[in-house]
């Protein structure tokens, strides 16, 4: 099975679509990314960035090479997952052809897929969606993003700064169109912001601080996500004390569910990025070091040649440096 994402519209001369395309012989794994990237399932019609396969195993892949990271990674003292990703191609076709990811079948995800998903998504894919966006002169924000009359105003911070509760508010007492509450895709040539409405992702420390739902339905909705997210928070604070760190366990839903007449946007012009708690006199690396996805590039490029990572953040400073007319 396989399943193409295009997360921003394709434009003259770009070599490869912002776009990932996965497969896997495993039918929970397509299932877990129809929910998270409803909005971005298309035919397949360009070569993306990034072709993602889930493996029983990494075999060759993970033969050593300059430009291959192979990882195992421990994730939360809990689970052992492992990844292959190539850069080969991608680095000697300058561009032209896309990254390789390989990623290990992990046992979890035939009875509890959600255990697996969010690895995969927030601490790999996303993150090399970062790294190859910054290649393409564009930019994963860490931000919820919000449009009126064509125009997005942005609110980038750190995680439980507010980002999602202020996006929604104007949305439902502003009359603006909503985009996203976590990331935002952004042609910088272009100067536009394309739209990334995944799964609102809820914990007990930000579910009272959304709006409420005004219908019946929703409210239902809402309450049944209470909840999930009161027996999940004692299964995190019992998992916290046993392996001795802080965890986060998050609960996925649609916004679709909550909000049913909320209106949408799915492209607009640059308007403001409003940051929120960070330093504004050193804006263009407090914008940068707020994204949970940098984060986890920057281990993962650890191992790649210095010529790699010094060219990475080159563009990377670049990037930023064009967006920070539209800082506030």
């Known amino acids: 099975m396989k399943r193409y994402y295009a997360f921003m519209n394709s434009t003259e001369g770009q070599k490869l679509n912002v776009a990932v395309l996965l497969t896997s012989h495993w039918k929970e794994y397509i299932r877990y990314f129809d929910r998270e990237y409803w909005f971005a399932k298309k035919k397949e019609n360009s070569k993306p960035l990034i072709v993602c396969a889930i493996v029983d195993s990494l075999g060759t892949a993970k033969q050593k090479d300059t430009l291959c990271v192979y990882r195992r990674v421990h994730f939360k003292k809990l689970f052992w997952f492992e990844y292959v990703v190539d850069f080969g191609a991608y680095t000697q076709s300058n561009g032209k052809e896309p990254v390789r990811l390989y990623i290990k079948r992990h046992f979890l995800s035939s009875f509890y897929m959600n255990a697996v998903g969010p690895f995969i998504q927030t601490n790999v894919l996303e993150p090399l969606l970062y790294i190859c966006m910054v290649f393409s002169k564009k930019y994963l924000l860490h931000a919820s993003s919000i449009s009126k009359k064509g125009i997005v105003t942005a609110y980038a911070g750190h995680g439980g700064a507010g980002k999602t509760t202020s996006a929604l508010n104007a949305c439902i007492h502003e009359g603006y169109e909503f985009m996203g509450d976590d990331l935002a895709f952004i042609d910088v040539s272009e100067r536009t912001l394309s739209w990334f409405p995944r799964p609102l992702h809820l914990f007990w420390y930000n579910v009272f601080k959304i709006p409420r739902p005004r219908t019946g339905a929703s409210k239902l909705v809402f309450m049944r996500i209470l909840c999930i997210i009161a027996i999940k928070n004692c299964i995190r604070l019992i998992l916290s004390t046993l392996t001795r760190d802080p965890l986060l366990i998050s609960t996925r839903i649609d916004i679709r569910e909550l909000y049913p007449q909320l ?41 790649l040649p210095r010529t790699f990572q010094t060219r990475f953040q080159k563009k990377e400073l670049e990037v930023l440096k064009a967006l920070q007319i539209y800082f506030e």
């Not at 308007?271 to 940098?294: C, F, Q, Y």
Request: hydrophobic share 45%; proline share 2%; no cysteine.
């Open 263 to 303: 209106p949408m946007a799915s492209i607009a012009k640059l308007g403001t990025i409003k940051t929120i708690g960070l330093n504004v006199d050193n804006i263009v690396e407090s914008v940068r070091d707020a994204s949970d996805l940098r984060k986890d590039a920057i281990v993962m490029m650890s191992t």
